[in-house]
């Protein structure tokens, strides 16, 4: 650093410079004005030269007092001295911090710069600096302002205290803070401000996520506490935004994770108490032993998980979510008690047992298994009616090619009344084709009649089957049933219980079907642990019972449309 004598030096030769101060009080720039005005300059200001100029170091209050008073053509006392930039930042920062407070957000700015011309090293930038190295970590803090904050702090429009506390904020809501703060009719102390960034702010203490991150994040009160004396209390997270989506990442997942054992999952919030409700058999809300083991199947049966404050993240198993419905079957098990208790003791009835086999085997038919008063089906899915219609077309497939004569007859009435269009041309010839080795042509109609005619009797026959076997992949479901009648289709032929339908099912369902084909009452002891595990254990139970015949057991779900 080489430095020369002071001399004189015309305004209007000398340029700003690399000033970390970027607000000059009027006040304080109005009594230099007076005084350079009455005086003039006398304490030289520091420059050093850069290019064609010479660049102003430290005392730009002097400099822009003499430019604005007394004009370029004025000269003042300079000392110029030869620098680098980080040396002329070290010196500028240096000397305003010296000589008038400035703010705390403009060193840290000028802070900041130094940090990175250290590479990081926190302890060298404080030595240059001439700080503790506490006042530098405070400073620094300080950078996460946001714009408006640091021109409020800068222009002294707000105190430190409302900095270092809106620093712990999102930087978005900073700004819409700021803007509330500044329009108040008199700005709120420290302390009322904090007392209100509290009441908005989160409680530690109620995360139901990982709270791992937390530890170092600057969003942490405790963390804000270390550095600044203003600070939120301990145990706050005043980043809501990032809170709240962390907390309802973690309600999602829960939820997903109940998906496989529940018709119904939902996420319940502020307001939506009396959505839902436990689903009991006795007691002042319950339904009934038969309604509630038929509700488990319900489309509005499942489990919530609370979004509630005070019982975030709680999950409630087992309840009802159709209000109305299940106010109604509680009055109804209440009226039929009621009937009861003034009825005359008569003879037992025989009940039918949980387990009974249904006596509809047939697709197509419904189930008589069920009351009256209760359904104990299987939701309808999509993927349980893909499922369904793919057993259906499989079995009718295999009934048509063992009876011909009901084959003919159910191909003539397909053409006779809406179902030739699903005729496949390339099916057929291929299957011409696999017979006789001979490829059919593609668009000549009496060419291919003459091959067929040159064709044996048996190949004749083996197509004409063919055809209506080929239709049953394309047509439409709802014309199934009435196909699979004719035919007298006997699903328990042709289907057994297996792992990949009960895969399909909520695990409320399973336990349906378990009831209903007798699963339940075969596994005895056994079935209470088996239901206890996750879904997948719960089928591989199931599946490996050694006391029932999975021989002709069919759901309901799988027999009718």
């Given at each position: ?8 030096m ?6 700003q410079g ?7 009080d009027?006040?304080?720039m ?9 005086k ?18 430290a005392?730009?209050r002097r400099?822009r007092a ?9 000269e003042?006392p300079?000392?110029?001295r030869?620098l680098s930039d980080?040396e002329?930042?070290?010196l ?8 008038a407070n400035m ?6 700015s000028?802070?900041?710069?130094i940090l ?5 090293n926190?302890d060298?930038?404080a ?5 503790s190295?506490?006042t530098?970590?405070?400073?620094l ?18 105190h430190l205290?409302?900095a270092?506390?809106?620093a ?5 809501r900073q700004e ?20 209100g960034?509290?009441k908005i ?6 995360a139901?996520f990982?709270k ?8 942490n009160s ?10 939120v209390s301990?145990?706050?997270c005043?980043n809501?935004?990032c ?8 309600l999602e997942?829960?939820?997903k994770s109940?998906a496989?054992?529940?018709p119904k999952v939902?996420?319940?919030?502020q307001g939506?108490?009396?959505t839902?409700?436990k689903?009991?058999a006795?007691?002042a ?16 049966f ?6 509630i ?25 209440l009226l ?9 003791a ?17 697709a197509g ?11 104990t ?7 349980v009616v893909?499922y369904r ?5 499989k079995?009718?497939k ?5 009876d ?19 005729v496949s041309?390339?099916k057929?010839?291929?299957?011409f084709?696999a ?9 000549n ?9 040159k064709?044996?009797?048996a190949?004749?026959?083996k197509v004409?089957s063919?055809?209506?076997i ?20 006997d ?8 792992a990949e339908?009960?895969?399909?099912l909520?695990k ?10 007798g699963?339940?009452?075969?596994l ?5 642990k088996?239901k206890?595990?996750k879904?997948d254990e719960?089928i ?10 999975f ?11």
């Amino acid at each position: 650093m080489q430095q020369q004598a002071i001399s004189q030096m015309r305004v209007g030769n000398i340029r700003q410079g690399r000033n970390p101060r970027t607000y000059f009080d009027p006040v304080e720039m109005a009594e230099m004005e007076a005084s350079v005005s009455a005086k003039g300059v006398i304490q030289p200001i520091l420059i050093r030269p850069v290019e064609d100029w010479y660049e102003i170091v430290a005392g730009e209050r002097r400099w822009r007092a003499a430019m604005k008073v007394r004009g370029e053509d004025y000269e003042i006392p300079v000392l110029v001295r030869i620098l680098s930039d980080d040396e002329a930042d070290e010196l500028a920062l240096i000397e305003n911090v010296s000589r008038a407070n400035m703010s705390p957000t403009e060193e840290a700015s000028a802070a900041a710069k130094i940090l990175g011309r250290c590479e990081g090293n926190r302890d060298d930038a404080a030595n240059r600096l001439g700080w503790s190295r506490s006042t530098l970590d405070k400073r620094l803090a300080l950078m996460n302002c946001s714009p408006s904050v640091i021109t409020a702090l800068n222009e002294r429009k707000i105190h430190l205290g409302h900095a270092e506390l809106l620093a712990a904020v999102p930087k978005d809501r900073q700004e819409k803070t700021i803007v509330i703060l500044l329009a108040q009719p008199a700005l709120p102390s420290v302390a009322e401000f904090k007392a209100g960034l509290e009441k908005i702010s989160r409680s530690m203490a109620s995360a139901i996520f990982d709270k791992t991150d937390c530890a170092s994040c600057h969003h942490n009160s405790g963390n804000q506490q270390a550095l600044f004396a203003d600070a939120v209390s301990d145990g706050h997270c005043t980043n809501g935004e990032c809170f709240d989506r962390k907390t309802e990442d973690v309600l999602e997942a829960k939820a997903k994770s109940l998906a496989e054992n529940y018709p119904k999952v939902v996420i319940v919030r502020q307001g939506e108490n009396h959505t839902v409700i436990k689903l009991t058999a006795d007691g002042a809300t319950g339904v009934g032993a038969e309604q509630a083991a038929a509700c488990r199947s319900c489309k509005s049966f499942g489990a919530a998980v609370s979004a509630i404050p005070g019982k975030v993240g709680n999950v409630y198993e087992s309840h009802c979510f159709d209000t109305t419905c299940h106010t109604k079957k509680v009055g109804e098990r209440l009226l039929a008690e009621k009937k009861a208790a003034a009825k005359p003791a008569t003879a037992p009835t025989t009940a039918k047992p949980a387990g009974s086999k249904p006596v509809a085997g047939k697709a197509g038919e419904k189930s008589t298994t069920t009351s009256k008063a209760t359904v104990t089906s299987v939701q309808d899915t999509q993927r349980v009616v893909d499922y369904r219609i793919g057993v259906w077309r499989k079995a009718l497939k295999k009934e048509l090619f063992q009876d011909p004569h009901k084959n003919l007859c159910l191909l003539i009435g397909v053409m006779m009344t809406r179902g030739g269009s699903n005729v496949s041309s390339t099916k057929l010839a291929s299957g011409f084709e696999a017979l006789t080795s001979q490829k059919p042509p593609v668009s000549n109609v009496g060419e291919a009649a003459a091959m067929v005619a040159k064709a044996d009797e048996a190949v004749r026959s083996k197509v004409l089957s063919g055809i209506v076997i080929s239709i049953t992949d394309s047509i439409e479901k709802h014309h199934l049933p009435e196909m699979l009648k004719f035919m007298e289709v006997d699903l328990a032929k042709h289907w057994k219980l297996n792992a990949e339908f009960l895969d399909l099912l909520t695990k409320s369902e399973i336990e349906v079907i378990a009831e209903e084909l007798g699963l339940k009452v075969a596994l005895g002891d056994q079935y209470a642990k088996a239901k206890g595990g996750k879904k997948d254990e719960f089928i591989k139970a199931l599946m490996e019972c050694k006391n029932f015949d999975f021989e002709g057991k069919i759901p309901a779900v799988l027999s009718t449309m």
